[in-house]
């Protein structure tokens, strides 16, 4: 459900309602599943999920545009969810020739980690074209600081830009700028994944389906892993 900015108590249930006119540099098409930004900053100031998004959105921003979608610095309520900026519940397409910047709040307890992008379930995917997207992820106690983060998905670029940037998580955790069970191709524009400084590992690409070139440039750099078995890599599968 959204509920506007005004405080006026003005409300609609986005799943079935299309919201046109909210005055925060956003519309909603509900039968199609389409975010259009174009100018928007969602800012958090307690939730620690920026966007909830369903199975098959599309965000799109507009050209000229910048927008800013960022969760809160706090723990989640629920023991092992993500602090988020995005969470998908699906396939999720990012287009556009705006700029979006994607960012997960800094957490500390022992069980929720800070994660830019969270892709849910198995079918999950990321598609990523024409836009310049950065996505960050915050430092964490003793759990993991993640870029993209997902078991299943895919993830594409075929243009725009992409930047990854992972925090630190130095007291037990891991850093990665993408992990997730699926397949990394870049088969153009330009994607940088840099992870931060780890306990144990700190890998710039984690993908168990593997990382695909095809096209474009890809660049993935680990930080520092200080424990005296930590590991760095810029990718691995």
């Known amino acids: ?3 506007n900015t005004a405080g006026d108590g003005v ?11 909210c005055g925060e540099g956003w519309q909603w098409i509900s039968s199609t599943k389409t975010l259009t930004l174009s100018g928007a900053y969602i800012l958090c100031q307690e939730d620690t999920t920026g966007l909830l998004l369903p199975d098959g959105t599309t965000v799109v921003a507009e050209e000229g545009t910048t927008n800013v979608i960022r969760s809160a610095d706090r723990n989640p309520t629920a023991e092992n969810d993500p602090n988020t900026g995005i969470w998908s519940q699906g396939a999720l397409e990012i287009t556009g020739t705006g700029y979006l910047t994607v960012a997960a709040g800094a957490t500390t307890s022992m069980s929720n980690s800070s994660v830019g992008v969270f892709l849910q379930n198995e079918d999950s995917s990321l598609q990523v074209s024409g836009i310049h997207l950065t996505i960050q992820s915050k430092d964490t106690g003793t759990m993991h600081s993640v870029g993209i983060y997902s078991d299943y998905a895919n993830v594409n670029i075929d243009s725009g830009s992409m930047t990854i940037y ?6 037990g955790g891991n850093t990665f700028g993408i992990q997730t069970g699926g397949l990394v191709s870049v088969d153009g524009g330009t994607v940088t994944a840099l992870a931060g ?15 695909a070139a095809n096209g474009g440039i890809l660049y993935a750099k680990g930080g520092k892993a200080f424990e005296v078995t930590g590991q760095s890599y810029g990718m691995s599968s």
């Open 166 to 171: 992972a925090g630190n998580s130095i007291a």
């Open 11 to 21: 409300s609609a249930d986005a799943a079935t309602t299309d919201i046109l006119d």
């Open 1 to 3: 459900n959204y509920t």
């Open 197 to 211: 400084t780890a306990a144990w590992n700190s890998t710039g690409i984690n993908a168990a389906g593997g990382v």
